[in-house]
């Protein structure tokens, strides 16, 4: 490498004091001549660029907030990594201090602004893709969920949307209450014997049982199995580190790269993450839950109706069945796509749904005037709940309003 010499200034026109200011403003020769200079320089010069252009020149530049989230993604992961996904909660606080429009990272906009739906979410008139760099944060990368481009997430959404119509999941609403009258059994028990319950747990089980025998035609049996913790924290502990995922593209593929047998007794999250993931990259390992293999069972069911299984043969027609008997081009029935697409099935109707119905009853239950209103209500319109249909209008208007 040739090396490099530092210019030449001529100093002589000028007196001792500004010409010792002068010469530091220039590097001293001995680090012209390392080989790090150039990159060191370039690099410098980089990070002025791109903070300048972050700062003043972005075409979000404009918007109010954080100067230091305008900057750099390190201030999303303080709150979203160090805090442990608190920033949804600092959100508030900023639209509080800059109004219903912010900027939250260098790329990004935040909007708290009801009148401002319509025009974010416009449906099929305008096309939008989905942040790529938001959409890799759980490792399904060809669910609808992680899809990026319109077109397709569009086109991979149509097949399923039906299936979740409201007529769809009024057909179910037997299979959705034997489950939790089930669960009503053993909270029974609870209730007799006074033993405590973790109704973290068995809401999980509860979510879980109905997705699964919604989603795929079999009950994973969460609820009669003690309420499966160990599938909860399975499920549930791989969704904080997906904050780090999302700020780090490259953290899941290193991960990956881990055998199992190294990382569980260092870092369970981590392991229960490695264990969905290698089964549904390399559709490997296993995760039984209440007896049944769940990732073979899917593998075992995508295989049947390929082989010509009618879903007659099955108590419903299955997430399985609307996508590979579709029109539906051979690139979106491939295995891979579909342990994804139950994989994001299975964990968003199990964790979202329970975490909903622990901070309800958590609510209900911490303040009195509130229980006793709820069921001063739910027994002017369904005095018998075994036989009362809650989809009666009335009652619906009973309960939560016009």
């Known amino acids: 490498m ?11 026109g000028f007196d001792d004091a500004n010409r010792s200011i002068l010469q530091r403003m220039f590097l001293p020769q001995f680090l012209w001549d390392t080989p790090f200079t150039v990159p060191a320089i370039s690099l410098i010069i980089y990070i002025c660029y791109g903070a300048i252009y972050r700062l003043y020149v972005s075409p979000i530049a404009k918007f109010p907030g954080p100067k230091l989230a305008a900057l750099t993604f390190w201030y999303e992961f303080y709150y979203d990594v160090y805090k442990r996904g608190k920033y949804t909660w600092k959100l508030k606080e900023l639209h509080q201090d800059f109004g219903p429009i912010i900027r ?9 602004d009801p009148d401002f739906y319509d025009v974010l979410y416009c449906g099929p008139i305008q096309r939008r893709n989905k942040w790529e760099w938001s959409a890799k944060l759980f490792g399904t990368t060809t669910s609808a969920f992680a899809t990026v481009d319109h077109d397709l997430h569009r086109q991979r959404r149509g097949v ?10 009024t057909q179910l609403e037997p299979v959705i209450q034997s489950i939790v009258d089930k669960l009503c059994a053993i909270l029974k028990t609870y209730q007799e014997s006074g033993e405590p319950v973790i109704m973290e747990y068995a809401y999980s089980a509860l979510t879980a049982d109905v997705i699964s025998t919604y989603s795929f035609g079999k009950s994973y049996g969460c609820v009669a199995h003690g309420f499966a913790p160990d599938w ?6 791989p969704s904080e580190l997906s904050h780090s995922i999302k700020q ?4 899941l593929p290193l991960l990956q790269s881990f055998p199992l047998w190294f990382v569980k007794p260092t870092n369970p999250s981590v392991y ?3 264990r969905i993931n290698k089964v549904s990259v390399h559709l490997e390992c296993q995760v039984v839950v209440g007896g049944l293999n769940v990732f073979q069972d899917f593998q075992n069911q995508i295989q049947e109706i390929l082989n010509g299984k009618n879903y007659a043969d099955t108590p419903h027609r299955t997430i399985f069945h609307e996508i590979l008997t579709s029109d539906q081009p051979a690139s979106e029935k491939s295995m891979l796509r579909m342990i994804h697409e139950a994989h994001t099935m299975i964990s968003a109707g199990t964790i979202t749904s329970a975490h909903m119905l622990k901070v309800t009853s958590y609510h209900i239950i911490a ?36």
Do not use: C
Request: charge should be neutral.
């Open 2 to 12: 040739a090396n490099i010499t530092a210019p030449h200034i001529d100093y002589s």
């Open 104 to 112: 939250i990272n260098p790329f990004e906009l935040h909007v708290n």
């Open 160 to 169: 399923l949307s039906p299936y979740f119509s409201k007529k769809s999941v």
């Open 232 to 237: 909860y924290h399975m499920i549930s502990e």
């Open 248 to 251: 780090f593209s490259w953290l």
């Open 272 to 274: 229960n993450l490695l």
């Open 367 to 402: 303040n009195p005037s509130i229980l006793k209103k709820l069921k001063v209500e739910l027994q002017s319109v369904m005095p018998d709940p075994t036989t009362h249909d809650l989809r009666d209008t009335s009652a619906q208007r009973s309960i939560f309003g016009p």
